[in-house]
């Protein structure tokens, strides 16, 4: 009898509770070959690209591949159809893609939009400088961090010099094997106690002392004042032909050379630094890509932003006006946008993923975590309703009926996905580009993407199976009926 009670109870159970399930069980023998194909091809772009600006001109040259088409706001003479495939860019450090649908964009519209930039260490206006023995870089970091994550590693200096003339020169030393590298020194533990012993983690390392290793080796020229940043700066002019003046126009980071790779014995997730937001980033990019071809039904598109990690401000971020232009003038081209009230209308019908990260759940830490909302490594892609800290602040919080359109389309996809928050109440918090989109556009936001340990460190971790639910999902919708 009390058998009996049991199975009947555990039928109940399934009906009615729910449990988000391990996503590498609900995958079919195909999907899990695909799977690691795609977290392959996802190694190889975290490897080659290390900057917003080397992200974007990543997802152009794919584009280009796939047939997208670039298409410039201030050229109003081309109409777009349903089929075309077209691309936006700006500054270098945006990109937009589009596939054209049947209906018009005032009816209905997908767009997902990620972030390219992550946390890194800059190099200050007037960086160079030399002091016992060394010439070192002072350094600025960008975004929040561990500032002693980012120390006793290697780093790459990589980026763009705007010469006086107007002349662009890229800058990339310490991606080869062959070249050297720069590294952030800290103090050894036999001298750190009374330096170091006493403050707080967040400033073992203060921001100040943050000065990277770039050569030790006097110049030449014994006239010289200061022989060794004097030798540093002329490597540096043969090599790429600037001066010190030419710091003055310059995008110099710092980024980890971390080689990108594997992690476990079951090589069941990635590490590597900038998965935040690369994961989403790169899910989003060979989603629109892999679309089939034809026209969808609504047009679908895939931005990729600029300064989140400090605020999505600027001409690049997710608060600049750019992408309210892109999608003007995409609704214009596509015919039927003769009034302001229409492309408000293009707005409102617009309906967006905010393609982002969240913390998964660390073993080691799980205090500051829900156990009921935290997400798990391995269950799929993460939907977050909102995100922000404490009473709901800095957050877009997507709507009943938004959360209930996207449960009806991915639950038909059969996509692995789970419901979670940021931690728990109080105990910190984070915000996205969704709230500039819900507000600006008055458009439906959600938030979505993978779960992530050691985020915003030096060599971030994702899952296999975590990676390839967040691909079938943005590709469910903007495949969307």
């Known amino acids: 009898m009390s058998e009996q009670k049991d199975e009947k109870g555990s039928e109940l159970e399934k009906k009615l509770a729910y449990k988000a399930e391990f996503a590498w069980s609900r995958y079919s023998d195909d999907q899990k070959k695909a799977a690691r194909v795609l977290s392959q091809d996802y190694l190889v772009f975290l490897k080659e690209t290390r900057t917003e600006r080397e992200r974007v001109a990543f997802a152009e040259r794919l584009a280009q591949g796939k047939g997208f088409k670039l298409l410039d706001v201030s050229d109003k003479g081309e109409h777009v159809k349903p089929g075309d495939k077209v691309y936006y860019l700006n500054r270098g450090k945006n990109i937009a893609l589009f596939v054209i649908g049947e209906a018009p964009m005032t009816q209905q519209h997908q767009f997902i939009g990620a972030h390219g930039d992550f946390?890194?260490?800059?190099?200050?206006?007037?960086?160079?400088y030399?002091?016992?023995?060394?010439?070192?870089?002072?350094?600025?970091?960008?975004?929040?961090i561990k500032k002693y994550q980012f120390a006793t590693i290697p780093l790459a200096l990589t980026g763009v010099v705007i010469k006086k003339d107007g002349e662009a020169v890229k800058i990339d030393v310490g991606s080869d094997p062959d070249d050297p590298v720069f590294t952030i020194p800290d103090l050894?533990?036999?001298?750190?106690?009374?330096?170091?012993?006493?403050?707080?983690?967040?400033?073992?390392?203060?921001?100040?002392?943050?000065?990277?290793?770039?050569?030790?080796?006097?110049?030449?020229?014994?006239?010289?004042?200061?022989?060794?940043?004097?030798?540093?700066?002329?490597?540096?002019?043969?090599?790429?032909?600037?001066?010190?003046?030419?710091?003055?126009?310059?995008?110099?980071?710092?980024?980890?050379?971390?080689?990108?790779?594997?992690?476990?014995?079951?090589?069941?997730?990635?590490?590597?630094?900038?998965?935040?937001?690369?994961?989403?980033?790169?899910?989003?990019?060979r989603a629109i890509l892999?679309?089939?071809?034809?026209?969808?039904?609504?047009?679908?598109?895939?931005?990729?932003?600029?300064k989140e990690e400090t605020g999505s401000n600027g001409p690049t971020g997710a608060q600049s006006s750019w992408i309210r232009t892109v999608i003007s003038d995409l609704a214009a081209r596509s015919g039927g946008m003769q009034t302001l009230a229409s492309v408000h209308l293009a707005f409102r019908a617009m309906k967006m993923i905010s393609a982002d990260v969240t913390a998964a759940l660390d073993p080691s830490f799980g205090s500051?975590?829900?156990?009921?909302?935290?997400?798990?490594?391995?269950?799929?892609?993460?939907?977050?309703?909102?995100?922000?800290?404490?009473?709901?602040?800095?957050?877009?919080?997507?709507?009943?009926?938004?959360?209930?359109?996207?449960?009806?389309?991915?639950?038909?996809?059969?996509?692995?996905?789970?419901?979670?928050?940021?931690?728990?109440?109080?105990?910190?918090?984070?915000?996205?580009?969704?709230?500039?989109?819900?507000?600006?556009?008055?458009?439906?936001?959600?938030?979505?993407?993978?779960?992530?340990?050691?985020?915003?460190?030096?060599f971030e971790i994702t899952h296999v199976a975590d990676l390839y639910s967040g691909f079938l999902a943005y590709k469910a919708f903007l495949s969307a009926k």
């Not at 946390?119 to 160079?128: A, F, G, N, S, W």
């Not at 533990?189 to 290793?213: C, P, W, Y």
């Not at 030419?246 to 992690?263: C, G, K, N, W």
């Not at 105990?427 to 819900?438: E, V, W």
Request: hydrophobic share 40%.
């Open 290 to 306: 892999d679309l089939p071809n034809g026209t969808p039904p609504f047009t679908a598109g895939v931005g990729i932003f600029d």
């Open 368 to 458: 500051v975590h829900d156990p009921l909302t935290a997400a798990v490594l391995g269950k799929g892609v993460v939907v977050e309703k909102f995100s922000g800290s404490g009473g709901k602040y800095g957050t877009n919080d997507a709507s009943a009926e938004y959360m209930g359109y996207i449960r009806r389309l991915l639950g038909e996809a059969k996509v692995p996905i789970q419901f979670g928050t940021l931690g728990q109440v109080d105990a910190g918090g984070g915000g996205t580009i969704a709230m500039f989109f819900a507000q600006t556009f008055n458009c439906d936001v959600v938030d979505m993407g993978v779960p992530v340990l050691n985020m915003h460190s030096p």
């Open 188 to 285: 050894l533990v036999h001298l750190a106690r009374t330096v170091q012993g006493e403050r707080k983690s967040f400033d073992t390392l203060k921001a100040e002392e943050m000065n990277a290793i770039a050569g030790g080796l006097q110049i030449g020229d014994e006239k010289a004042k200061e022989r060794f940043k004097l030798n540093v700066l002329s490597i540096l002019n043969e090599k790429y032909g600037i001066t010190e003046e030419d710091f003055h126009s310059a995008e110099l980071s710092l980024v980890p050379t971390i080689t990108p790779r594997y992690i476990g014995l079951d090589k069941s997730m990635v590490g590597g630094a900038g998965q935040d937001d690369g994961s989403s980033t790169y899910l989003a990019l």
């Open 130 to 144: 030399e002091k016992d023995g060394l010439a070192l870089f002072k350094t600025h970091y960008y975004g929040g």
């Open 119 to 128: 946390p890194r260490i800059d190099l200050k206006i007037h960086p160079l």
